[in-house]
C-alpha cells in the first residue's frame, strides 16, 4: 500500500488526482438555497401565500440566481386522524391539502420542502399557541408521515425540528435521544426509496458529528431575528465551526434576515458572511416586496459563488485581532493560487484592518477582487489593507502567484473527535474551544483526553513534497499533562507536558515525517481519567528548508529575461522569484 502510494504521486498522476479531487468535490451537495416561511409569516400561512412567494422568487431572478428550494415550515399541521394515523393538513389554511402547493412548486421548476418535528408536537403548538399541531410530529409516525411527505406529495426536503424531544418545549416533558431519533427519521426517509431528499436537522446547537451522516445540514444556534445583536451573535457561534463544515454537510446558521429591517451595512455583512462560511441560504423576507437593495445583494452572483463553490468549505479565522476577524477558505481549487477572504468587524466602531499575504498563506503578487462590488482592485503585494465600518465586512477574491504551506495551525481550526454542544461537556468528555486572551488567536481547545476518541486532528495539513518537519506544539497545563502525537495513524511521541500554570503557555519540539499530499494529524491520550492539556496551536515548518510552495496547481514557470529580474508564470511577468514575496521550492527548474 505504502509503495502503492508513492508510485501513486508521481507529478502525472498528481495532475490525475486533483482532477479526480476536483470532480469528487462537484459530486457533493452544495448548501441548500431557496425561501422559507418562518421569519416572515410565522405560523400564519396558506396556501395562496406559499405560491405567491414560490412565483415572486422566479419573477424576481433569484431561481435564476441558484434560490431553488420553496420551505413550508410549521404552520400546516390540522391534528392528526386518532384512529388511522393520519397526519391532517389545516382546512382553512390549506384547504386543498400540501399535494397542489407541491405540484405548483414543481411546475416552476422549483424543489419543495416541509417541516416536521422529531417528538410529538412542533415548536409552534408549544411556544406559539398553535393548538391544533399537537400529535403531528413524526414520533410513532417516522414511516407512514415519510411515506405522505416524499412518495404522496414528492417533497424534496424536509426540516425537523425538536420542540417535541426536549422536555421544556413540550407539554408531556418528553426527552428524546436526539441522536437516536434523527438516526430513526433518516431510516424512515431512506425506507421510501427516495435518494435525493435533503434533511436538515434543527436541535439549535451543535448536535455531535453523527450528525454528519444523515444530514445535509444542522442547525448550531438558536432561531435568528432581524436585529444585529441576534445576526452577530449567530456569527460569533459558528466562527470556530468550519473543522465539521466537510463533504458537502454543512453547518446552518438559520435562515436569512436580509431585507427586514437591519441596516445596509448589517445585511450586507449577514449575506456575505452566510455565503463564505457556506451557510444554508434560505430568504426569509416577503419576496413579493423586495427593494432595490436587497434584491441586488441577494442576486450577487459572486458572493453566491463563494457559498456554492466545488470545495464545498466553510471559512476559517485566520486572524483575530481586539474586536476584528479575517476568515479565508480556498475557492475552486484545494491549496491552490486561489483564496477568498472576509475582513470582519462586528464592533460598534469603523477598524483599519490589514493582514499579510503570508499569513494567508500566498506569495507573489496578488490580484483582489472585490466581491460586493463586484470590482478588481487591482494587484497588491505583501499585505493588503482594510477599512472596515462598524458592522461591516469586505470579501474579496485573491488571485496569487504562488501558493505557500501552512504554517500556524491554531487549534481551534482543529477537528475535536467529540464535539457537542447538548450535553454537559466535561460529563460527556468532549472537548470545546473557549477563549484565552494567553493564546495566539485569543482561543484554545479545552477538555481534550480523558477518552482516546475525546482527540484533536487537523485533518488537513497539507505537505506538497513530504519529508521531515519540525513541529512545535503550545500548550497550557499546570500540572503534567500527556499528549500522543500521532502523525496518519501512526503514533510518532508522547509528550509530558506541563507549562508551570494555567495561564502559562509550554511548547514542545518534535521532529515528524509527513507524506506528499494531505496528513492527518492527532492529537490524544490513552487515558480514560486524565485529561490532556489544553491545546494553543501547532506550527510546522519543513525540517531543511524556508517556507515551501504548494506546486500542484503551481503554474509552470515559462522563462525568465536575461538579467534575471523578471519571469513568467502563467503568461504574465512576475519579479525575480528569488528576491521578496516571491518562494520557490527547492528543486524547482526555473527555465531560461
Ligand atoms: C423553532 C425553529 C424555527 C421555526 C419554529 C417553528 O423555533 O428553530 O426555525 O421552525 O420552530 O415553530
Redesign the pocket.
Given at each position: 500500500m505504502k509503495n502503492l502510494r508513492k508510485h501513486l504521486l508521481c507529478p502525472k498522476t498528481l495532475a490525475l488526482l486533483a482532477s479526480f479531487c476536483a470532480s469528487a468535490a462537484m459530486a457533493q451537495d452544495r448548501p441548500t438555497m431557496g425561501w422559507s416561511s418562518?421569519n416572515t409569516f410565522?405560523?400564519n400561512i396558506s396556501e395562496k401565500t406559499i405560491k405567491n412567494q414560490a412565483a415572486a422568487m422566479r419573477q424576481k431572478g433569484l431561481l435564476k440566481a441558484g434560490y431553488t428550494y420553496i420551505n413550508i415550515?410549521?404552520?400546516y399541521f390540522g391534528g392528526r386522524n386518532k384512529k388511522t394515523g393520519e397526519l391532517l393538513i389545516h382546512k382553512t389554511r390549506f384547504p386543498n391539502g400540501l399535494q397542489p402547493v407541491v405540484n405548483y412548486i414543481h411546475r416552476l421548476g422549483m424543489k419543495a420542502g416541509i417541516?416536521s418535528d422529531g417528538g410529538k408536537n412542533?415548536?409552534?403548538?408549544y411556544?406559539?399557541g398553535?393548538t391544533i399541531a399537537h400529535d403531528v410530529g413524526l414520533y410513532g409516525y417516522d414511516e407512514r408521515d415519510c411515506e405522505f411527505f416524499f412518495n404522496e406529495c414528492g417533497f424534496d426536503f424536509i426540516?425537523v425540528?425538536f420542540?417535541g424531544g426536549v422536555d421544556y418545549h413540550n407539554s408531556e416533558h418528553l426527552n428524546l435521544d436526539a441522536e437516536t431519533r434523527y438516526k430513526q427519521i433518516a431510516a424512515a426517509i431512506e425506507k421510501t426509496g427516495r435518494t435525493d431528499v435533503r434533511m436538515n436537522v434543527?436541535r439549535?446547537d451543535y448536535p455531535g458529528n453523527w450528525v454528519h451522516d444523515i444530514a445535509i445540514s444542522w442547525?448550531t444556534t438558536?432561531?435568528i431575528n432581524a436585529s444585529w445583536g441576534s445576526v452577530k451573535d449567530i456569527l460569533k457561534q459558528n466562527l470556530y465551526l468550519s473543522a465539521y463544515c466537510y463533504g458537502g454537510h454543512y453547518n446552518d446558521m438559520?435562515?436569512l434576515e436580509v431585507g427586514r429591517g437591519l441596516s445596509k451595512e448589517e445585511d450586507r455583512t449577514h449575506f456575505g458572511m452566510w455565503c463564505i462560511m457556506a451557510s444554508p441560504l434560505l430568504i426569509g423576507c416577503d419576496m413579493s416586496n423586495l427593494n432595490t437593495n436587497t434584491l441586488t445583494l441577494l442576486r450577487n452572483t459572486e458572493l453566491i459563488a463563494l457559498n456554492q463553490d466545488s470545495l464545498c468549505l466553510q471559512a476559517y479565522v485566520v486572524q483575530h485581532k481586539g474586536d476584528t476577524y479575517v476568515l479565508v477558505k480556498d475557492i475552486e481549487n484545494l491549496y491552490g493560487t486561489t483564496r477568498a477572504v472576509a475582513f470582519y468587524n462586528p464592533s460598534d466602531k469603523a477598524a483599519d484592518m490589514s493582514i499579510k499575504f503570508e499569513d494567508l498563506d500566498l506569495g507573489g503578487d496578488v490580484l483582489v477582487r472585490d466581491l460586493y462590488e463586484k470590482e478588481d482592485l487591482g494587484t497588491m503585494t505583501e499585505s493588503m489593507n482594510v477599512s472596515v465600518p462598524a458592522h461591516g465586512t469586505r470579501i474579496y477574491r485573491l488571485q496569487a502567484d504562488v501558493r505557500l504551506e501552512r504554517v500556524l495551525y491554531e487549534a481551534e481550526t482543529a477537528y475535536l473527535g467529540k464535539y457537542q454542544e447538548i450535553f454537559n461537556n466535561q460529563a460527556y468528555k468532549s472537548a470545546i474551544y473557549e477563549s484565552n486572551s494567553s493564546c495566539s488567536g485569543g482561543m484554545q481547545a479545552t477538555w481534550l483526553g480523558s477518552d482516546p476518541k475525546n482527540d484533536l486532528q487537523w485533518r488537513n495539513v497539507y505537505s506538497d513534497q513530504g519529508g521531515k518537519y519540525n513541529m512545535i506544539i503550545k500548550y497550557i497545563s499546570g500540572e503534567s499533562r500527556n499528549i500522543v502525537v500521532n502523525v496518519n495513524g501512526k503514533d510518532v511521541k508522547t509528550l509530558s507536558c506541563n507549562s508551570g500554570g494555567w495561564g502559562t503557555i509550554g511548547s514542545k519540539s518534535l521532529s515528524v515525517e509527513l507524506e506528499p499530499g494531505e496528513n492527518v494529524i492527532r492529537l490524544y491520550n490513552k487515558s480514560s481519567s486524565s485529561w490532556m492539556p489544553n491545546i494553543d496551536c501547532m506550527t510546522l515548518r519543513p525540517a531543511d528548508n524556508d517556507r515551501l510552495t504548494v506546486g500542484i496547481n503551481r503554474p509552470a514557470v515559462q522563462s525568465v529575461t536575461t538579467d534575471n529580474s523578471f519571469y513568467t508564470l502563467d503568461g504574465r511577468k512576475v519579479k525575480n522569484p528569488t528576491t521578496k514575496g516571491i518562494y520557490i521550492h527547492k528543486g524547482q527548474k526555473v527555465l531560461k
Amino acid at each position: 500500500m505504502k509503495n502503492l502510494r508513492k508510485h501513486l504521486l508521481c507529478p502525472k498522476t498528481l495532475a490525475l488526482l486533483a482532477s479526480f479531487c476536483a470532480s469528487a468535490a462537484m459530486a457533493q451537495d452544495r448548501p441548500t438555497m431557496g425561501w422559507s416561511s418562518w421569519n416572515t409569516f410565522g405560523l400564519n400561512i396558506s396556501e395562496k401565500t406559499i405560491k405567491n412567494q414560490a412565483a415572486a422568487m422566479r419573477q424576481k431572478g433569484l431561481l435564476k440566481a441558484g434560490y431553488t428550494y420553496i420551505n413550508i415550515d410549521d404552520g400546516y399541521f390540522g391534528g392528526r386522524n386518532k384512529k388511522t394515523g393520519e397526519l391532517l393538513i389545516h382546512k382553512t389554511r390549506f384547504p386543498n391539502g400540501l399535494q397542489p402547493v407541491v405540484n405548483y412548486i414543481h411546475r416552476l421548476g422549483m424543489k419543495a420542502g416541509i417541516y416536521s418535528d422529531g417528538g410529538k408536537n412542533t415548536c409552534g403548538n408549544y411556544h406559539g399557541g398553535d393548538t391544533i399541531a399537537h400529535d403531528v410530529g413524526l414520533y410513532g409516525y417516522d414511516e407512514r408521515d415519510c411515506e405522505f411527505f416524499f412518495n404522496e406529495c414528492g417533497f424534496d426536503f424536509i426540516k425537523v425540528d425538536f420542540c417535541g424531544g426536549v422536555d421544556y418545549h413540550n407539554s408531556e416533558h418528553l426527552n428524546l435521544d436526539a441522536e437516536t431519533r434523527y438516526k430513526q427519521i433518516a431510516a424512515a426517509i431512506e425506507k421510501t426509496g427516495r435518494t435525493d431528499v435533503r434533511m436538515n436537522v434543527c436541535r439549535w446547537d451543535y448536535p455531535g458529528n453523527w450528525v454528519h451522516d444523515i444530514a445535509i445540514s444542522w442547525r448550531t444556534t438558536g432561531d435568528i431575528n432581524a436585529s444585529w445583536g441576534s445576526v452577530k451573535d449567530i456569527l460569533k457561534q459558528n466562527l470556530y465551526l468550519s473543522a465539521y463544515c466537510y463533504g458537502g454537510h454543512y453547518n446552518d446558521m438559520d435562515m436569512l434576515e436580509v431585507g427586514r429591517g437591519l441596516s445596509k451595512e448589517e445585511d450586507r455583512t449577514h449575506f456575505g458572511m452566510w455565503c463564505i462560511m457556506a451557510s444554508p441560504l434560505l430568504i426569509g423576507c416577503d419576496m413579493s416586496n423586495l427593494n432595490t437593495n436587497t434584491l441586488t445583494l441577494l442576486r450577487n452572483t459572486e458572493l453566491i459563488a463563494l457559498n456554492q463553490d466545488s470545495l464545498c468549505l466553510q471559512a476559517y479565522v485566520v486572524q483575530h485581532k481586539g474586536d476584528t476577524y479575517v476568515l479565508v477558505k480556498d475557492i475552486e481549487n484545494l491549496y491552490g493560487t486561489t483564496r477568498a477572504v472576509a475582513f470582519y468587524n462586528p464592533s460598534d466602531k469603523a477598524a483599519d484592518m490589514s493582514i499579510k499575504f503570508e499569513d494567508l498563506d500566498l506569495g507573489g503578487d496578488v490580484l483582489v477582487r472585490d466581491l460586493y462590488e463586484k470590482e478588481d482592485l487591482g494587484t497588491m503585494t505583501e499585505s493588503m489593507n482594510v477599512s472596515v465600518p462598524a458592522h461591516g465586512t469586505r470579501i474579496y477574491r485573491l488571485q496569487a502567484d504562488v501558493r505557500l504551506e501552512r504554517v500556524l495551525y491554531e487549534a481551534e481550526t482543529a477537528y475535536l473527535g467529540k464535539y457537542q454542544e447538548i450535553f454537559n461537556n466535561q460529563a460527556y468528555k468532549s472537548a470545546i474551544y473557549e477563549s484565552n486572551s494567553s493564546c495566539s488567536g485569543g482561543m484554545q481547545a479545552t477538555w481534550l483526553g480523558s477518552d482516546p476518541k475525546n482527540d484533536l486532528q487537523w485533518r488537513n495539513v497539507y505537505s506538497d513534497q513530504g519529508g521531515k518537519y519540525n513541529m512545535i506544539i503550545k500548550y497550557i497545563s499546570g500540572e503534567s499533562r500527556n499528549i500522543v502525537v500521532n502523525v496518519n495513524g501512526k503514533d510518532v511521541k508522547t509528550l509530558s507536558c506541563n507549562s508551570g500554570g494555567w495561564g502559562t503557555i509550554g511548547s514542545k519540539s518534535l521532529s515528524v515525517e509527513l507524506e506528499p499530499g494531505e496528513n492527518v494529524i492527532r492529537l490524544y491520550n490513552k487515558s480514560s481519567s486524565s485529561w490532556m492539556p489544553n491545546i494553543d496551536c501547532m506550527t510546522l515548518r519543513p525540517a531543511d528548508n524556508d517556507r515551501l510552495t504548494v506546486g500542484i496547481n503551481r503554474p509552470a514557470v515559462q522563462s525568465v529575461t536575461t538579467d534575471n529580474s523578471f519571469y513568467t508564470l502563467d503568461g504574465r511577468k512576475v519579479k525575480n522569484p528569488t528576491t521578496k514575496g516571491i518562494y520557490i521550492h527547492k528543486g524547482q527548474k526555473v527555465l531560461k
